[in-house]
């Protein structure tokens, strides 16, 4: 019997080798945008290490769109060529590159991880942040601006301006990030968006950014490549977005074209409760699928080649993204190979180490 994990995808013109994905992971390893050797390691290692697809980190498509001073960036053309250099590597290990492009919203402004993921005021290189309305992500934040139209605009068109550098740095695959309480997901949920105009109130108002980012990524886009859309399927809060939500989203942008929805979940608010578990948000991931017939990747604690065949097996997704795991495992593409008794080319410097 063939193993799922392990047969190719296509999508458009695109095939990716099997259905291993390294999930978006930000490195705050940047200065002023710029990708640097760290990139080029982290991602190339984990394109050597057998993964069919490598989405990049949260690409700010615009300085106040980092949550960090040191987030990846795309908002400039002097971004493109390490970018590109860093793909090419992708490319030559027969893996497939691809970015996410974001803007961080209210959750802006903020120092890295290891340097406390504290709020930044302008006096520590910090920016004033932006949102659907003035409502704070915590009590401790500085409350963000209520973008007005010609900042919503402005939005708009800066995604639009880093797709057409991402085509240049020669991403094959397109993700953008409606997830995690960032702009996008902001403007999505009730909780965060109290606007009054076309883009807050009905649920049609709440996913026109979205849907309006959609249309300028798409302008510039291939139309022969792939565009993917993660969302984060439901708030864990009460009056939140929530899973019937995100299917009436996904069916919507089924019709616009998107060939694919990365379901992850959470992060709007800080009073979430979320029952985390292995594949906690697969159920999601299933019921996108089911419910629009869009093709769906499930993400969250999906940590070994069992576990990433079983969901393909049920049917409930067809990519299976891998974020910790593929930190602890860059080589997770050849290794879960041997666990499922697939053969798979190793690169020919580490076939001395194949089991
Ligand atoms: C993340 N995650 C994340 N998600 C995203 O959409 N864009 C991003 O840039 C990041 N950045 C990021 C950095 C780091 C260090 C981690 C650990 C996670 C979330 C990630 O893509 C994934 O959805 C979650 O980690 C859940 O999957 P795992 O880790 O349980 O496989």
Same mark, same amino acid.
């Given at each position: 019997?063939?193993?799922?994990?392990?047969?190719?995808?296509?999508?458009?013109?695109?095939?990716?080798?099997?259905?291993?994905?390294?999930?978006?992971?930000?490195?705050?390893?940047?200065?002023?945008?710029?990708?640097?050797?760290?990139?080029?390691?982290?991602?190339?290692?984990?394109?050597?290490?057998?993964?069919?697809?490598?989405?990049?980190?949260?690409?700010?498509?615009?300085?106040?769109?980092?949550?960090?001073?040191?987030?990846?960036?795309?908002?400039?053309?002097?971004?493109?060529?390490?970018?590109?250099?860093?793909?090419?590597?992708?490319?030559?290990?027969?893996?497939?590159?691809?970015?996410?492009?974001?803007?961080?919203?209210?959750?802006?402004?903020?120092?890295?991880?290891?340097?406390?993921?504290?709020?930044?005021?302008?006096?520590?290189?910090?920016?004033?942040?932006?949102?659907?309305?003035?409502?704070?992500?915590?009590?401790?934040?500085?409350?963000?601006?209520?973008?007005?139209?010609?900042? !919503? /605009?402005?939005?708009?068109?800066?995604?639009?301006?880093?797709? =057409?550098?991402? +085509?240049?740095? %020669?991403? $094959? #695959?397109?993700?953008?990030?409606?997830?995690?309480?960032?702009?996008?997901?902001?403007?999505?949920?009730?909780?965060?968006?109290?606007?009054?105009?076309?883009?807050?109130?009905?649920?049609?108002?709440?996913?026109?950014?979205?849907?309006?980012?959609?249309?300028?990524?798409?302008?510039?886009?291939?139309?022969?490549?792939?565009?993917?859309?993660?969302?984060?399927?439901?708030?864990?809060?009460?009056?939140?977005?929530?899973?019937?939500?995100?299917?009436?989203?996904?069916?919507?942008?089924?019709?616009?074209?998107?060939?694919? !929805? /990365?379901?992850?979940?959470?992060?709007?608010?800080?009073?979430? =409760?979320?029952? +985390?578990?292995? %594949?906690? $948000? #697969?159920?999601?991931?299933?019921?996108?699928?089911?419910?629009?017939?869009?093709?769906?990747?499930?993400?969250?604690?999906?940590?070994?080649?069992?576990?990433?065949?079983?969901?393909?097996?049920?049917?409930?997704?067809?990519?299976?993204?891998?974020?910790?795991?593929?930190?602890?495992?860059?080589?997770?593409?050849?290794?879960?190979?041997?666990?499922?008794?697939?053969?798979?080319?190793?690169?020919?410097?580490?076939?001395?180490?194949?089991?």
């Amino acid at each position: 019997m063939s193993v799922l994990l392990y047969s190719p995808l296509q999508i458009k013109n695109l095939t990716l080798k099997n259905r291993i994905v390294i999930s978006p992971m930000c490195q705050y390893s940047s200065v002023d945008g710029f990708a640097s050797d760290w990139h080029l390691v982290h991602l190339g290692s984990r394109a050597s290490g057998g993964a069919g697809l490598i989405i990049q980190e949260a690409t700010a498509v615009s300085p106040e769109a980092r949550i960090s001073p040191d987030d990846m960036g795309i908002w400039k053309d002097e971004h493109i060529e390490k970018l590109a250099s860093i793909n090419e590597f992708i490319i030559s290990q027969n893996s497939v590159p691809g970015i996410q492009l974001a803007h961080a919203g209210r959750k802006a402004s903020c120092s890295s991880p290891w340097n406390g993921h504290k709020k930044l005021d302008a006096t520590q290189g910090g920016w004033e942040t932006v949102a659907p309305s003035a409502i704070r992500f915590q009590d401790a934040d500085t409350l963000p601006l209520a973008l007005d139209k010609a900042g !919503i /605009d402005k939005v708009i068109a800066d995604f639009k301006a880093a797709t =057409k550098r991402a +085509v240049k740095a %020669g991403f $094959q #695959v397109m993700e953008i990030h409606a997830a995690h309480g960032y702009l996008l997901h902001s403007f999505l949920s009730p909780l965060s968006n109290k606007r009054t105009d076309d883009y807050g109130g009905s649920f049609d108002n709440r996913i026109r950014l979205t849907l309006e980012v959609v249309e300028a990524v798409k302008s510039e886009w291939p139309k022969d490549l792939p565009l993917f859309v993660r969302i984060s399927a439901s708030d864990w809060a009460e009056g939140g977005w929530d899973i019937e939500e995100s299917v009436l989203l996904s069916k919507t942008l089924k019709d616009k074209g998107v060939d694919l !929805i /990365d379901v992850s979940s959470g992060a709007l608010v800080p009073y979430q =409760k979320i029952p +985390v578990e292995q %594949g906690y $948000q #697969v159920p999601f991931a299933e019921k996108i699928k089911k419910a629009s017939g869009i093709m769906t990747g499930a993400v969250g604690l999906i940590t070994d080649a069992t576990q990433a065949e079983e969901i393909l097996l049920m049917g409930k997704a067809d990519l299976i993204l891998f974020g910790r795991e593929s930190l602890r495992n860059p080589n997770l593409g050849l290794t879960f190979a041997a666990d499922l008794d697939v053969e798979v080319q190793w690169p020919k410097q580490y076939e001395r180490a194949k089991k």
